[in-house]
């Protein structure tokens, strides 16, 4: 902590007093923001919310229904190509 302490007053010198005057005001505002943040994020979480949703008035699907495809055979297979065959 010495070091740093000594390393400060070479490098500002006589203006040490207003550098740390400034530092202290920027990093109290800091402080302020944080906590405003925190606050922000608090109400929101906490808080009641403003618009409820009825479930009951719900409209139906805007697309057309789902229709799936005829079971059974009526829909064409692909043809295994020549040499596919597990007899080799």
Known sequence: ??????????????????????????????????????????????????DTIDYDDQQGPSGPAFEPPPAGGDTPRPAKPPGDSPDG
Not at 37 to 42: V, W
């Open 1 to 50: 902590m010495l070091i740093v302490g000594a390393l400060a007053v070479l490098l500002f010198g006589s203006r040490l007093p207003e550098v740390a005057r400034s530092m202290g005001r920027s990093f109290t505002e800091f402080k302020k923001g944080v906590q405003g943040l925190e606050d922000g994020m608090r109400d929101a979480v906490y808080s009641e919310p403003v």
